[in-house]
């Protein structure tokens, strides 16, 4: 069992940044292959991006690849969404999840959510 909490998020203008963080509780947190996703009201959640156990492999949606960075601290059981340049279409919860294997974009493949942290961007 693992048990994420997200923390970070807020009201910013766009063209500002935020940095979303998710903590894991439980061991072997290298191993676990970090998601992040959102969902928008009446939208599907939408994958954003991923992490491998080790962080030394990431891939990114192209809605946001060049803008948002994940990196994450296996010291700390945390994994990190660094947010830059937003704009009003980022308004989303955003979710952490966790998986073994590959770095998939698929939310369905993922074991573990978080409760999600709200990230809202203003015009």
């Known amino acids: 069992q693992v048990q994420l909490v997200e923390s970070g998020g807020g009201l910013v203008q766009a063209g500002g940044s935020l940095r979303l963080s998710c903590a894991a509780s439980?061991?072997?947190?290298?191993?676990?292959?970090m998601g992040w996703f959102r969902q928008a009201p009446g939208k599907e959640r939408e994958f954003v991006g991923a992490?491998?156990?080790?962080?030394?492999?990431?891939r990114y949606a192209d809605s946001v690849k060049g803008r948002f960075t994940i990196a994450r601290d296996n010291a700390k059981n945390t994994v990190y969404l660094q947010m830059n340049s937003l704009k009003p279409e980022d308004t989303a919860a955003y979710y952490c999840a966790v998986r073994q294997g590959y770095m998939s974009g698929s939310a369905r493949l993922y074991d573990y959510w978080g409760q999600g942290t709200q990230v809202t961007v203003s015009a």
């Open positions: 992490i491998t156990g080790s962080g030394g492999s990431t």
């Open positions: 439980g061991r072997s947190f290298g191993n676990y292959v």
